[in-house]
């Protein structure tokens, strides 16, 4: 089963380049929240919560490599189903769960004081970032329709 993707080059790189951005920054949240001293981890919500947005990333890590190896092979416009759930549906639906998990971190900071400003600034980032992701990702997901045999 082969999918095609039903949007222009143009539009689906400007996408591409957001949601790319978003990703990205999602990751980079989560390294700069580790590397400030996860200050919340010693509460079990936020360690729970923590481990989810690790997961997660995880996700959105492996629909990079997916999306990545896919430019390289030059399959951008034509791909197989699996390709596709490993490609944009693992990034875009790992975002998607990044930005809840990343929300709730956030919600729960927010109210209950936990974590510093370093690190209540990271989940703020991996919540805006994951939110980018999922929203501009998410239309190249929808366009990509099942091709006629």
């Known amino acids: 089963m082969k999918y095609t993707s039903a949007i222009s080059d143009k539009k689906r790189m400007m996408l591409g380049s957001v949601a790319m951005f978003g990703w990205l920054a999602s990751i980079g949240g989560l390294i700069f929240y580790m590397v400030s001293g996860a200050e919340g981890l010693g509460t079990v919500v936020l360690s729970v919560i923590f481990l989810f947005n690790c997961l997660s990333v995880l996700f959105v890590l492996i629909g990079l490599i997916e999306i990545i190896s896919q430019r390289i092979r030059k399959r ?18 790992g975002s998607l769960a990044g930005f809840v998990c990343s929300g709730a971190a956030v919600l729960i900071d927010f109210i209950w004081l936990y974590e510093g400003g370093a690190c209540f600034a990271a989940q703020c980032v991996m919540a805006d970032a994951s939110l980018v992701g999922f929203a501009f990702g998410l239309p190249i997901l929808r366009s990509f329709k099942l091709e006629k045999e």
């Open 76 to 93: 951008t416009r034509t791909i197989s189903k699996g390709n596709l759930i490993f490609g944009f549906g693992f990034a875009v639906f």
